[in-house]
């Protein structure tokens, strides 16, 4: 069993915004290639582990989706040494000033990182309704503290921002940093991959580190298309009950993985893997998603002739903060949760998935 | 000859990543009292927490200078339990509110972790995005069940020191710059004063702790070092900035007038004239609103000629400032250089 919490502050500490996963995709790629039969990249930056099953060929298979991309900035232009920024993925502008950052510079054909902090010009530097409002992503610099000729020497237009906040081990078995949307998922699927490793299933397993999520699905939309599963299971982040976040949309850290249900979900799975939490006594939330379930779910339900989709979720405090906050448990439960699912999938499965019974 | 080397760094960085919110400053205190002693004839601890070192010249004649530099830094205070791990608290000394979202802090004497979150996005409102997220709905967040905190503690960023190209980033930077100058000046003290040195508290919080000290000290002149704000950003129009304070890399700042005090105008030639005659670069803070300890010193007793010169940074009161090594070094070099050639006739000159 791999030590989990050291794990998470791998993935967490390695670089990975969307559209340029490559760093945290070796990360995964080297836990996984043990856990999988095969290990691939998608067209679209996807890594693709496919685990045998013992069922006859051509055997099911149930596809585990969880997106490794994270959001982030990314440098627009420089003013007299300062960089200016623009989002990738949601972020919320009123929570950048005095945020550490990693300058990824690639200019003059070298990569470095360079240490950073997203900086709140002083008031008369600021439009009038900014001086003592939220200041606008595009009002917003980074400082390096590197002389305005070095920036210029060495940042491009495009290169790369992220968070620079370290992992921190908080009270109650709980982790703070950035980026555990989603890279607590990967967690959770490689726990899963590891239970899988001392039990048997029938059907085929694509594990899957999606590219892309954050900014419109695309790794998922690919890899569901090209893998082409049977059912398609997609672990995303959900919201944890917090400070400033009580209402029927969160749910208790530490208390279990949500299943979610609503358009975005097929009934009978999501039937089915709510009787799997029953029998194993694993605790678990219900999750309502009335339309859009802000999930690769979204992408992989409609690939091809349609994909029967369900989403688990792990609630997750200040969600696209550098300070974000999981409970490591709920991660454990929700690897254990897809492992027994996965590993009681029979031949007949897909006959029992029956509409309006 | 008083120096800045890796050192003096290493010290900064210590002290940087101390924690010494207003009133509760015994961290930093006692790094101070460890570094001064063996290098002062007198040292002690007065009513507030202030520390009060002296070095006595050799002279005959000796003008008694105090030195300040404040210990103390903005923070926070838990005020409220609200369980699982979750505290309300309020801001110690000035802290722009908008600096607070998505932080990550330490608590307390054993340096507990926390973080400051908020509503994430994806639940707000476009409305909601147009207003700062108030301080009242902001929590530390322990992590659940956590018994190490509880209100009263004191904390502040998690912020490490660290150095960028010519750059010093750190938290706090305001006033341990200041603190680190200190200590070097009384480990190389010139012999024709006696110097009164000062760490004092409570600066944040309305200049307490200089008040009594310079009471204590009754000094013939009172020099406050501290760190300035350099507000040399762009503005988002394109305009230029006249408002800057002071810039980075132009040397220490020597203050002619803030909302506290009128430079003793003789203390400022004299800076001026040292700095001039050693090349020293240096840059006059813009007038304007601000104070520091020496509009606490120049108000005790019977009125202290005083003045200040301070090591530009960004960003004070936040996370994460930055200063330069270059303009940190320099203050220490006027500060050495003025000293050494003062005498009792620069106070029975002219005033202007």
Same mark, same amino acid.
């Given at each position: %069993?791999?030590?989990?919490?050291?794990?998470? &502050?791998?993935?967490?500490?390695?670089?990975?915004?969307?559209?340029?996963?490559?760093?945290?995709?070796?990360?995964?790629?080297? &836990?996984?290639? $043990?856990?999988?039969?095969?290990?691939?990249?998608?067209?679209?930056?996807?890594?693709?582990?496919?685990?045998?099953?013992?069922?006859?060929?051509?055997?099911?298979?149930? %596809?585990?989706?969880?997106?490794?991309?994270?959001?982030?900035?990314?440098?627009?232009?420089?003013?007299?040494?300062?960089?200016?920024?623009?989002?990738?993925?949601?972020?919320?502008?009123?929570?950048?000033?005095?945020?550490?950052?990693?300058?990824?510079?690639?200019?003059?054909?070298?990569?470095?990182?360079?240490?950073?902090?997203?900086?709140?010009?002083?008031?008369?530097?600021?439009?009038?309704?900014?001086?003592?409002?939220?200041?606008?992503?595009?009002?917003? =610099?980074?400082?390096?503290?590197?002389?305005?000729?070095?920036?210029?020497? =060495?940042?491009?237009?495009?290169? =790369?921002?992220? /968070?620079?906040?370290?992992?921190?081990?908080?009270?109650?078995?709980?982790?703070?940093?950035?980026?555990?949307?989603?890279?607590?998922?990967?967690?959770?699927?490689?726990?899963?991959?590891?239970?899988?490793?001392?039990?048997?299933h029938s059907w085929d397993v694509w594990a899957v580190a999606t590219s892309q999520e954050e900014v419109g699905l695309l790794g998922a939309s690919s890899s569901t298309y090209?893998?082409?599963?049977?059912?398609?299971?997609?672990?995303?982040?959900?919201?944890?009950?917090?400070?400033?976040?009580?209402?029927?949309?969160?749910?208790?850290?530490?208390?279990?993985?949500?299943?979610?249900?609503? $358009?975005?979900?097929?009934?009978?799975?999501?039937?089915?893997?709510?009787?799997?939490?029953?029998?194993?006594?694993?605790?678990?939330?219900?999750?309502?998603? $009335?339309?859009?379930s802000g999930t690769d779910g979204w992408a992989t339900q409609v690939s091809a002739e349609g994909i029967p989709t369900l989403v688990v979720g792990i609630p997750l405090r200040?969600?696209?903060?550098?300070?974000?906050?999981?409970?490591?448990?709920?991660?454990?439960?929700?690897?254990?949760?897809?492992?027994?699912?996965?590993?009681?999938?029979?031949?007949? /499965?897909?006959?029992?998935?029956?509409?309006?019974? | 000859?008083?120096?800045?080397?890796?050192?003096?760094?290493?010290?900064?960085?210590?002290?940087?990543?101390?924690?010494?919110?207003?009133?509760?400053?015994?961290?930093?205190?006692?790094?101070?009292?460890?570094?001064?002693?063996?290098?002062?004839?007198?040292? *002690?601890?007065?009513?507030? !927490?202030?520390?009060?070192?002296? #070095?006595?010249?050799?002279?005959?004649?000796?003008?008694?200078?105090?030195?300040?530099?404040?210990?103390?830094?903005?923070? @926070?205070?838990?005020?409220?339990?609200?369980?699982?791990?979750?505290?309300? @608290?309020?801001?110690? !000394?000035?802290?722009?509110?908008?600096?607070?979202?998505? #932080?990550?802090?330490?608590?307390?004497?054993?340096?507990?972790?926390?973080?400051?979150?908020?509503?994430?996005?994806?639940?707000?409102?476009?409305?909601?995005?147009?207003?700062?997220?108030?301080?009242?709905?902001?929590?530390?967040?322990? !992590?659940?069940?956590?018994?190490?905190?509880?209100?009263?503690?004191?904390?502040?960023?998690?912020?490490?020191?660290?150095?960028?190209?010519?750059?010093?980033?750190?938290?706090?930077?305001?006033?341990?710059?200041?603190?680190?100058?200190?200590?070097?000046?009384?480990?190389h003290a010139p012999a024709g004063i006696d110097l009164q040195a000062a760490f004092t508290v409570q600066e944040e919080i309305g200049l307490r702790g200089a008040k009594v000290?310079? +009471?204590? @000290?009754?000094?013939?002149?009172?020099?406050?070092?501290?760190?300035?704000?350099?507000?040399?950003?762009?503005?988002?129009?394109?305009?230029?900035?006249?408002?800057?304070?002071?810039?980075?890399?132009?040397?220490?700042?020597? +203050?002619?007038?803030?909302?506290?005090?009128?430079?003793?105008?003789?203390?400022?030639?004299?800076?001026?004239?040292?700095?001039?005659?050693?090349?020293?670069? +240096?840059?006059? *803070?813009?007038?304007?609103?601000? *104070?520091?300890?020496? !509009?606490?010193?120049?108000?005790?007793?019977?009125?202290?000629?005083?003045?200040?010169?301070?090591?530009?940074?960004?960003?004070?009161?936040?996370?994460?400032?930055?200063?330069?090594?270059?303009?940190? #070094?320099?203050?220490?070099?006027?500060?050495?250089?003025?000293?050494?050639?003062?005498?009792?006739?620069?106070?029975?000159?002219?005033?202007?």
């Amino acid at each position: %069993m791999t030590e989990l919490i050291p794990f998470l &502050k791998d993935l967490i500490s390695a670089p990975g915004l969307s559209g340029y996963e490559d760093p945290v995709t070796k990360i995964i790629e080297d &836990k996984w290639r $043990p856990l999988v039969n095969e290990i691939s990249r998608g067209k679209t930056g996807s890594l693709q582990g496919l685990r045998h099953g013992t069922g006859e060929a051509p055997r099911p298979s149930v %596809m585990v989706a969880t997106h490794m991309d994270a959001i982030g900035l990314m440098v627009t232009g420089i003013t007299e040494g300062f960089l200016r920024i623009s989002e990738v993925g949601g972020v919320d502008a009123r929570i950048l000033p005095g945020t550490p950052v990693n300058v990824f510079s690639t200019g003059a054909g070298v990569a470095k990182v360079l240490h950073g902090l997203v900086t709140q010009p002083s008031a008369p530097l600021l439009p009038e309704q900014e001086r003592d409002g939220p200041v606008a992503l595009g009002n917003l =610099l980074v400082d390096t503290g590197l002389l305005p000729r070095q920036v210029t020497e =060495l940042v491009r237009t495009g290169d =790369l921002v992220s /968070f620079a906040q370290s992992p921190v081990e908080l009270s109650g078995e709980t982790l703070s940093g950035h980026s555990l949307d989603n890279r607590a998922s990967v967690g959770a699927l490689t726990v899963c991959l590891e239970e899988l490793q001392t039990r048997t299933h029938s059907w085929d397993v694509w594990a899957v580190a999606t590219s892309q999520e954050e900014v419109g699905l695309l790794g998922a939309s690919s890899s569901t298309y090209q893998i082409h599963p049977t059912i398609a299971i997609v672990v995303d982040v959900t919201f944890a009950k917090g400070p400033g976040t009580s209402d029927w949309q969160a749910f208790p850290l530490g208390k279990g993985p949500t299943i979610a249900m609503g $358009p975005n979900m097929h009934p009978a799975l999501h039937k089915a893997m709510q009787g799997m939490a029953d029998s194993l006594e694993l605790p678990y939330a219900l999750e309502f998603s $009335p339309s859009h379930s802000g999930t690769d779910g979204w992408a992989t339900q409609v690939s091809a002739e349609g994909i029967p989709t369900l989403v688990v979720g792990i609630p997750l405090r200040y969600m696209h903060m550098p300070v974000e906050v999981v409970a490591i448990k709920d991660i454990q439960r929700a690897g254990r949760l897809l492992a027994g699912f996965i590993s009681s999938l029979g031949p007949d /499965f897909m006959e029992k998935m029956v509409w309006d019974k | 000859m008083p120096t800045i080397g890796n050192q003096q760094i290493k010290l900064l960085e210590r002290l940087c990543n101390a924690i010494a919110i207003s009133g509760d400053e015994g961290e930093v205190r006692a790094i101070v009292l460890e570094e001064i002693k063996g290098h002062v004839d007198e040292v *002690r601890v007065d009513a507030l !927490g202030n520390v009060l070192a002296v #070095k006595k010249g050799t002279g005959k004649k000796t003008l008694r200078v105090m030195l300040s530099a404040h210990m103390d830094e903005v923070g @926070f205070m838990l005020v409220a339990d609200d369980g699982e791990g979750l505290f309300r @608290f309020e801001l110690v !000394g000035g802290i722009d509110i908008r600096q607070l979202p998505g #932080k990550a802090v330490l608590i307390g004497r054993d340096h507990v972790p926390g973080v400051i979150g908020a509503r994430p996005i994806h639940l707000t409102s476009r409305e909601e995005r147009q207003e700062k997220i108030p301080l009242d709905t902001l929590r530390i967040d322990t !992590g659940p069940g956590n018994s190490k905190v509880k209100p009263g503690d004191r904390g502040t960023f998690a912020t490490r020191f660290q150095q960028s190209g010519p750059s010093l980033m750190a938290k706090s930077l305001d006033d341990r710059l200041g603190v680190v100058t200190l200590i070097e000046l009384i480990k190389h003290a010139p012999a024709g004063i006696d110097l009164q040195a000062a760490f004092t508290v409570q600066e944040e919080i309305g200049l307490r702790g200089a008040k009594v000290a310079t +009471y204590a @000290f009754n000094p013939d002149i009172g020099i406050a070092l501290d760190a300035t704000p350099a507000n040399d950003l762009p503005s988002w129009d394109g305009l230029e900035n006249n408002t800057y304070n002071t810039k980075l890399g132009l040397g220490p700042a020597i +203050y002619i007038a803030d909302s506290g005090i009128l430079s003793d105008p003789r203390l400022v030639r004299w800076l001026v004239e040292t700095a001039d005659s050693r090349k020293i670069p +240096y840059q006059f *803070r813009q007038p304007g609103g601000g *104070r520091n300890d020496a !509009g606490a010193m120049h108000l005790a007793q019977a009125g202290i000629p005083s003045v200040s010169v301070s090591v530009p940074h960004r960003y004070s009161h936040t996370a994460i400032s930055v200063a330069r090594l270059e303009d940190w #070094k320099n203050s220490l070099a006027l500060l050495q250089a003025a000293l050494t050639r003062l005498t009792p006739e620069l106070l029975a000159s002219e005033r202007a």
